[in-house]
């Protein structure tokens, strides 16, 4: 009977203390749920252990065997793990030197020329005759255009001869010569100058070319200095050449001009003013041999 009642009251024991492990296990999960995640797993690493109660109970003096009750420990939820965040390298700040300015260069401020003085020359005194000789140039440079009629005698060579002349200059670039029959009066050739081109009429044959002294010499075979004639029979010199020489009279009018080779000899003019027509005219060339007397009978200048 003392058995029996032995072994019922260690039974009575074994289920008290299974309720209270029961009891404390739910508190604990409750706690759990709200204590941090480190706490949960220490407790939990705790709980694994079995609770195991050994209980000796002395009755009547005999030592009974302790009854040991298993107790299994309730099933905790597995930690979730966390997801860690990537970690972003950051990009390395670069340090931008500070880029020096420049110093701004002022514009040069240059001087000013120093003002240098011309000291002019004194101008040569003007003679009596050379007044009027600058005067009868610039009067002919003013006269673009005129009309000479009268006679020639040319001598070229060991050939001479003799013919009407008459003269038409249309501007300074531009002339008419006509050589006429010295008994008749016909023309026997007509020479036309313009710009770049010359024109000879002959003999019904009509020939041109870019110079009119060349052509007359090539198809008449005759030397005439046409080219400078339009002022050397004014008594001028001519400015298409290097300047020549003069000689003048008492009033102011050339006596000879000497020019490109060329020689004028002057006899006599229509009056006795500075700027007066020529009335004979001598040209010659002593290297070649050619000699042109002009007779001039008529002027038209205006």
């Not at 101008?123 to 006269?143: F, I």
């Not at 009407?164 to 300074?172: E, P, S, Y």
């Not at 009279?249 to 050339?254: C, H, I, L, Q, V």
């Amino acid at each position: 009977m003392n058995k029996f009642n032995s072994l019922a009251l260690a039974t009575t024991i074994g289920y008290v203390l299974t309720g209270c492990s029961t009891q404390q296990t739910t508190q604990q999960v409750q706690t759990a749920q709200n204590t941090p995640q480190s706490q949960v797993a220490q407790n939990a690493s705790q709980r694994r252990a079995p609770l195991v109660s050994a209980t000796a109970v002395k009755m009547n003096n005999t030592v009974q065997k302790p009854t040991v009750v298993a107790v299994r420990p309730q099933a905790v939820k597995p930690r979730v793990p966390v997801k860690a965040k990537p970690v972003v390298a950051k990009r390395p700040t670069v340090t931008r030197r500070p880029v020096a300015k420049r110093p701004v260069a002022k514009p040069r401020v240059t001087p000013p020329a120093p003002k240098v003085r011309t000291i002019k020359k004194p101008a040569q005194p003007v003679t009596p005759q050379q007044g009027p000789w600058l005067k009868r140039q610039l009067t002919m440079s003013l006269m673009p255009s005129w009309q000479m009629g009268g006679r020639a005698a040319l001598r070229f060579k060991s050939n001479a001869w003799t013919f009407g002349l008459n003269w038409v200059q249309r501007n300074k670039q531009q002339f008419s010569l006509q050589i006429r029959n010295p008994i008749t009066g016909t023309i026997v050739g007509l020479l036309d100058q313009s710009p770049g081109k010359a024109t000879l009429k002959s003999r019904g044959k009509v020939s041109s070319g870019p110079d009119a002294e060349r052509l007359l010499q090539q198809q008449l075979g005759v030397k005439m200095p046409v080219n400078g004639m339009p002022y050397w029979i004014r008594g001028v010199m001519a400015p298409q050449y290097p300047a020549g020489k003069v000689t003048l009279d008492a009033k102011g009018r050339p006596k000879q001009i000497v020019q490109a080779g060329w020689v004028m000899d002057y006899f006599n003019y229509q009056s006795l003013s500075f700027d007066a027509m020529p009335r004979k005219v001598n040209i010659s060339r002593k290297q070649e041999q050619v000699n042109v007397r002009i007779l001039a009978k008529q002027w038209k200048t205006r």
